[in-house]
């Protein structure tokens, strides 16, 4: 993967390069290297990014197909990463420690889709 198309996914998953070090177990320094270099990212680091995305799309697309049929749609955005965790909902399998921000890119994506779908959409946020 290219380094621009790497790091555009990445920031687009609300993840930082240390979530992608921890993820990958490559030093954060070298994830730097990547995304600032002209080499392609290794096939494996990109594919773990690859997966996470496909993931996030994956629950976009379902959600989308509940609300289809509805000219407006109300979306919950946990307040924090403390209030998600409290409320623990279930992510996998996305990681436990990017759970939180996949949830955010999430939210965000389906806001984008609904709107361009034509539908009202409010965001209020789940402070349990």
């Given at each position: 993967?290219?380094?621009?198309?790497?790091?555009?996914?990445?920031?687009?998953?609300?993840?930082?390069?240390?979530?992608?070090?921890m993820l990958t177990l490559v030093k954060?320094?070298?994830i730097k290297a990547w995304e600032q270099?002209?080499?392609?990212?290794?096939?494996?680091?990109?594919?773990?990014?690859?997966?996470?995305?496909?993931?996030?799309?994956?629950?976009?697309?379902?959600?989308?197909?509940?609300?289809?049929?509805?000219?407006?749609?109300?979306?919950?955005?946990?307040?924090?990463?403390?209030?998600?965790?409290?409320?623990?909902?279930?992510?996998?399998?996305?990681?436990?420690?990017?759970?939180?921000?996949?949830?955010?890119?999430?939210?965000v994506r389906l806001r984008a889709a609904?709107?361009?779908?034509?539908?009202?959409?409010?965001?209020?946020?789940?402070?349990?």
């Amino acid at each position: 993967m290219h380094p621009a198309d790497f790091r555009t996914l990445r920031e687009s998953l609300f993840l930082s390069e240390k979530d992608i070090s921890m993820l990958t177990l490559v030093k954060e320094s070298q994830i730097k290297a990547w995304e600032q270099g002209s080499e392609n990212v290794p096939a494996g680091t990109a594919g773990l990014v690859r997966d996470i995305n496909a993931e996030i799309e994956k629950r976009t697309q379902k959600a989308l197909e509940l609300v289809d049929a509805k000219n407006e749609a109300t979306l919950i955005r946990f307040k924090n990463p403390a209030v998600f965790k409290r409320a623990g909902p279930d992510m996998s399998p996305i990681p436990p420690f990017l759970a939180y921000r996949c949830h955010c890119a999430l939210i965000v994506r389906l806001r984008a889709a609904l709107i361009a779908a034509g539908k009202s959409v409010a965001v209020r946020y789940f402070d349990g």
